[in-house]
């Protein structure tokens, strides 16, 4: 078994990483969830850049990636917001 990301999977990845470290700031996520305050206009931008919905299939307006290039992205935004 292969577990090694492939081509597609780890420019997914970098594409995430890259997105969170431009767009999440700790500190302000922070005053954002004290205040509970939700990011509409970074959650567009992710949206667009095609981050949100990816395992949903494409018939319904996904793209039809599967459950592991979900999890990537959201392991990139979660360590970013993490520090």
């Excluded at 990301?5 to 420019?11: G, P, R, T």
Aim: aromatic fraction near 14%.
């Amino acid at each position: 078994m292969d577990f090694h990301l492939s081509k597609e999977q780890e420019d997914i990845r970098k594409a995430a990483e890259s997105f969170a470290e431009g767009e999440f700031n700790p500190d302000l996520i922070s005053e954002w969830e004290r205040e509970y305050r939700f990011p509409t206009a970074i959650w567009q931008k992710a949206c667009e850049l095609g981050f949100i919905g990816m395992h949903i299939p494409e018939e319904y307006g996904g793209q039809g990636l599967g459950i592991q290039e979900n999890a990537l992205v959201f392991e990139a935004f979660v360590a970013r917001i993490r520090g």
